[in-house]
């Protein structure tokens, strides 16, 4: 039995207090079951049956995938873009019935230039996000339309190379259709 019981919030948040934190969580998600939900709420066995469950029945408006996400901003001054991140690989099949959009922070140094974030595969751009912002802010594109099983990857560039494009982070977000 995986019941989610975090026990006490201590005084200091640290990365070991997290990362226990986010391991009891997804023991208890993964072993969902009448016996591990608390016993006022509802029974395990009524909110998910095995197969049962479509993702718009668990009322999420959006499924975010992280991409990228630096421990501090990094910036690029290149125009025909810095990759960052590891490759995702995607696989279509695995999310069903699902809308897709790109996500990313960004900033440019100065509002005469753009800064852009551009999902990709190996030979093409499957959908980018742009600001003139000299403050980051999160921007997010229209409905992509994504590629069949490939590795996808993230770069960042500015239109001109005077002015550094920041970049805090990326993400796929994606909406039940």
């Known amino acids: 039995m995986s019941q989610f019981d975090p026990g006490p ?8 207090y997290l990362r226990r934190l986010l391991l009891i ?18 029974a395990g066995d ?6 049962s469950t479509s993702l718009k ?33 995607w696989s279509p099949t695995k999310f069903p019935g ?5 996500e990313a922070t960004l900033a440019i140094a100065n509002a005469a230039a753009t800064a852009t974030c551009e999902l990709r595969t190996a030979t ?3 959908g980018s996000v742009s600001t003139q912002s000299t403050a980051l802010i999160r921007v997010r594109s229209t409905a992509l339309v994504m590629p069949s099983a490939q590795d996808l990857s993230v770069r960042v560039r500015t239109s001109d190379s005077a002015y550094a494009a920041s970049f805090a982070g990326a993400r796929l977000i994606g909406v039940p259709s």
């Open 124 to 126: 093409a751009v499957v």
């Open 98 to 102: 699902m809308t897709w959009y790109l």
């Open 46 to 51: 009524k909110l998910i049956q095995l197969g």
């Open 9 to 16: 919030i201590p005084t200091e948040v640290t990365p070991s």
């Open 57 to 89: 029945r668990l009322t999420w408006t959006e499924w975010p995938i992280a991409l990228v996400l630096p421990a501090a901003t990094v910036a690029t001054t290149s125009t025909t873009g810095t990759d960052y991140g590891p490759l995702l690989a």
């Open 25 to 42: 969580l997804a023991d208890a998600i993964n072993h969902i079951d009448a016996s591990n939900i608390h016993p006022k709420g509802i």
